[in-house]
């Protein structure tokens, strides 16, 4: 894959936006691997809308042809329920690219989602809770007309 | 700026009105204290304490923090919510090897997206006051001072942990990975906000029982009304051992027989004995708030008692189930890494 400046500094953009140096359920550097980094891409086969995290899981096509299932940790579906989750919102086969960091076990085909988007880049989700900022009415306008969660 | 021109103006009212501002609103906009069928306070409903405000403050700034000081605080927190929404780019590659430089919980692999996060974007308002801290008293907004024999016992139980691998068995994980506890000290007493997700609270009331079930995994504490009568001092549940009674119409709460394992705990309960004591005083202020003040009482744990307060602000929403143990595959993935890891150190 090519790799210009312009992608360097996107991807530098993109560690500040997706990092969330904050306490967490667990600790994702005791179940993740930081010398196992991933980018994964494949339509989405399975939801577990479960606490005390999401997983999505999806498909992936290896080089060999063969296809393989990750499982991608999320957060607490519960936040995403405040934000007007729907069923269709990750239909199963959308496709989406994922960059994380697999586990540590590496016979788990599992990572974290540590940027999870749509394949034009776009977020799943707005990081909004319905309170109404100008910017927020805005996009939200635009994705409702799109059919978008 | 998010706030509409309304609110502002009201806020602007209630800096300028002071303390008695909630009251005055309350007057102003004809609210009457909702009661029970036997005349008390109703305090039921679903509520958050969700806020910006830590519980701590920075050295050398005061209590009450001046208007444009919110703005500034608040369009910050919102700038950042709008850059974790920007797309990424859709042929980014892999985040680097070695991690990428995240701290805290995100340990240098990056956590989950901003979406998932919602953490309070809004600076804590208290009868009218804009807060830089929960605590209150001591008048700096700091913990006080930890006693000699509060050290001693922080040390005791590091000591006691490490007589094991921390990735060793189920039992040396956090309360929280174990879906035993909420974050922080999100269930309490004292409830406080986790400054992560969840920060909601369904309350509902009898006139001999007070329910208290917090979101974050499902921690629900049970305050019985009426002349304690204690539990024996060897029985020590979770949250503690909670008996309220009515003070005009504040409801006060006063808890005690902490489980040893809870007050193990970092943050507020660091280093604190079976001698903690916390009161809680709940006040509806208007149809919006209660106004929730919180005591720690522990003489050989501070030198001196500490106390906070924190609006918990009307939910407009549900609280949602939260069944932290169905589908809990992160613990199981720390131990299996833990013994994955064994095996590459071991060569096999």
Partial sequence: ??????????????????????????????????????????????????????????????????????????????????????????????????????????????????????????????????????????LLRERAAQGRC | ??????????????????????QALGQATGWVMPRTADGRPDLQGNWTNATMTPIQRPEGVGLALPVDEVERREQGRWDRIQRGAEASD???????????GSTGAAGG?????????????????????????????????????????ARARIAERRAVRRQHGQYDNPENRPLAERCILSFGSNGGPPMLPNYFYNNNYTIVQTPDHIM??????HDVRIIRIGTPNPLPGEIEPYFGDSWGHWEGDTLVVETMNYHPTQIAQVGVFAGTSKDLKVTERFTRADENTINYEFTMEDPSTWTETWSGEVPFKRLPGQVYEYACHEGNYALFNVLSGARAQERRDNGR
């Fill in chain 2, 1 to 22: 700026m998010r706030s509409s021109a309304s609110i502002l103006t009201l806020a602007l009212m209630a800096v300028a009105a002071g303390p008695l501002a909630t």
């Fill in chain 2, 109 to 149: 692999v990056g956590g989950y997206n901003n979406f998932w996060i919602d953490a309070g974007n809004q600076v804590a308002m208290y009868n009218g006051e804009y807060r830089s801290s929960l605590i209150v008293d001591p008048p700096d907004g700091r913990y006080p001072p930890r006693t000699e024999a």
């Fill in chain 1, 1 to 138: 894959m090519r790799k210009t400046s312009t992608t360097i500094v996107l991807a530098g953009l993109a560690v500040l936006v997706a990092a969330v140096p904050l306490l967490a359920h667990h600790a994702f550097g005791a179940e993740f691997d930081r010398d196992a980094p991933i980018r994964l891409q494949g339509p989405v086969v399975r939801l577990e809308w479960v606490n005390p995290h999401a997983w999505i899981h999806i498909e992936i096509t290896k080089e060999d042809g063969t296809t393989e299932v990750w499982m991608v940790e999320g957060g607490t579906p519960n936040t995403l329920l405040r934000r007007g989750l729907r069923r269709d919102c990750l239909a199963v086969g959308t496709e989406i690219i994922v960059d994380g960091y697999q586990t540590k076990d590496h016979s788990l085909t599992r990572a974290n989602g540590r940027d999870v988007t749509f394949t034009d880049g776009t977020k799943i989700f707005l990081g909004s809770s319905g309170t109404g900022a100008p910017y927020e009415e805005e």
């Fill in chain 2, 90 to 100: 859709p042929d980014r590659e892999a985040p680097p090897v070695g991690g990428d």
């Fill in chain 2, 212 to 217: 208290i079930m917090t979101e974050m995994v």
